[in-house]
């Protein structure tokens, strides 16, 4: 049977998302204030090449993942502003050595030497971690925030002997039962 999944997962803004765009603001509108002041000439040029660069970089504050699993592949892509779409990472399930639910606790059982890909919506609710080998990152970290079909799924590719783990640490077919 072929397995099919996509999910789209929203990044939240953060204190220092917040605080970006409160900067671009200020930023546009001191600048669209001196070149009206001191240009008079080309002020209006300028003004509207300031603010078109200033909503360019405000839509790309706006952050969603798409988390996509075919079969036992999981494919992460970052979309920017709805309209940029790059690939952050494409790993096996099926070779993955650990999947569980995150915990402040479970920061100190993290390698260091690993390569970590964020990925989660920055609610700091529902958040997983899958480490797998990856062929040009080795060891490989993913926190990313799945539904609990994605969950479902993604357990279900798992190498046996981590998808029992799995199951039995999460919960009935392995969807974690609180919240």
Not at 23 to 35: E, K, P, Q, R
Request: glycine share 4%.
């Amino acid at each position: 049977m072929d397995i099919y999944k996509e999910q789209m997962v929203k990044k939240q803004s953060t204190s220092a998302d917040k605080s970006k765009k409160v900067s671009l603001t200020v930023i546009a509108l001191c600048l669209s204030g001196i070149f009206f002041l001191l240009l008079r000439g080309i002020s209006i040029i300028l003004i509207i090449l300031l603010w078109l660069g200033y909503f360019y970089l405000l839509k790309n504050t706006n952050v969603e993942f798409e988390y996509i699993l075919t079969n036992s592949e999981l494919d992460i892509d970052k979309i920017t502003g709805q309209t940029t779409r790059k690939r952050l990472i494409t790993v096996d399930i099926g070779q993955a050595s650990e999947f569980f639910k995150y915990t402040d606790e479970d920061e100190n059982k993290l390698d260091n030497e690993a390569t970590y890909v964020y990925s989660d919506d920055c609610t700091n609710e529902n958040i997983y971690v899958l480490k797998c080998k990856h062929k040009e990152h080795g060891d490989t970290y993913i926190f990313f925030s799945p539904n609990k079909e994605m969950v479902q799924l993604i357990t279900d590719c798992l190498p046996m002997n981590i998808r029992t783990k799995v199951k039995n640490q999460l919960g009935v077919n392995g969807v974690h039962l609180e919240k």
